[in-house]
């Protein structure tokens, strides 16, 4: 059975202590259809099913960067992760748990096309409030223009959701800062 749980990680130059970690989970769906999508050749290795992670795996690589100096977690995946909403859950739930051991990350982040977000009311009001109790501090939206039906093109969509209306429910239920 594949397990979940894909880590990069970023050093401080010159320190060797860690700055930042990123997990990558979920099951490796994706809802766009990017011509340079990285992630592609990584979903061999992703869980066929959503709620699947390694829970060891994961526990231990957050517990040992964190205490290698990393602050910042990040939630990635080799295709959408909103698409794998528990195995997200079960992430946070589990990083929310080491708080326990003293492992804090002052900031966990998602990223995300905003697809999902945008376009599914159920999901918006079932996961961003209950990420956002387990951590969740950012949702970074990776998208590529400012207007929609550039996005579509550049996704491979018929229609990407109006930005306005995916950072709206964004900071409406997870009170997210805005960057200027």
């Known amino acids: 059975m594949d397990k979940g749980g894909g880590f990069v990680h970023e050093m401080m130059e010159g320190t060797g202590e860690l700055k930042s970690l ?3 989970v979920g099951t490796g769906n994706c809802n766009a259809n990017c011509v340079h999508c990285a992630g592609k050749i990584h979903r061999k290795y992703a869980p066929k099913e959503d709620g699947i992670i390694d829970e060891d795996l994961i526990r231990k690589t957050v517990r040992e960067c964190y205490i290698k100096g990393a602050r910042s977690l990040s939630i990635s995946s ?3 992760p909103t698409l794998s909403p528990l195995s997200v859950t ?3 739930k589990l990083i929310h748990d080491l708080r326990n051991e003293g492992v804090n990350y002052s900031r966990i982040n998602l990223y ?3 697809i999902v977000i945008g376009k599914d009311k159920n999901f918006c009001d079932k996961y961003l409030g ?4 387990l951590g969740l501090t950012t949702i970074y939206l990776t998208i590529h223009d400012t207007d929609e039906k550039n996005n579509a093109s550049v996704y491979g969509i018929v229609d990407y959701p109006p930005l306005t209306k995916i950072i709206s429910k964004s900071t409406q239920l997870l009170s997210l800062r805005k960057f200027r």
């Open 112 to 114: 995300s096309n905003g």
């Open 130 to 133: 209950l990420w956002k109790s």
């Open 90 to 92: 079960k992430a946070l």
């Open 22 to 24: 990123s997990l990558f």
């Open 78 to 80: 080799s295709g959408e």
